[in-house]
């Protein structure tokens, strides 16, 4: 119903900055939640940040609450996540996901490194 690119990704020292895209197509935008998710090589697939149709309701894992900001532009079928202040540990592929009722809709990846 819904597909999704991720693109932003690549190498960055630590302490510096980042910024994720993800282009939806196939459907109406505004109709989904959204959200970031990670995963690291070994672990399992973790929650980064979700933002509501509306983008009045953002919630943010504690390991990025304050460096990573989510956003959403519904006119331009977009989400982003906006990486700061960087850290090795952040090292992983970052997934776009879409959801609406029981629904969920996933990206291909972006890879994040992040260099000591």
């Known amino acids: 119903q819904v597909q999704l690119v991720e693109s932003g990704g690549g190498l960055v020292q630590a302490g510096g900055s980042l910024r994720l895209s993800c282009a939806a197509s196939?459907?109406?935008?505004?109709?989904?939640?959204m959200g970031w998710f990670r995963q690291a090589p070994g672990k399992e697939r973790e929650f980064v940040s979700a933002i509501s149709r509306s983008a009045r309701t953002i919630h943010n894992a504690d390991s990025v609450r304050g460096r990573f900001t989510i956003s959403r532009d519904n006119a331009r079928n977009m989400v982003y996540l906006q990486m700061n202040s960087l850290k090795p540990e952040d090292t992983a592929v970052y997934y776009c996901r879409a959801q609406v009722r029981e629904y969920y809709y996933w990206g291909q990846g972006t890879q994040v490194t992040v260099s000591s």
């Open positions: 196939g459907d109406s935008f505004s109709r989904y939640s």
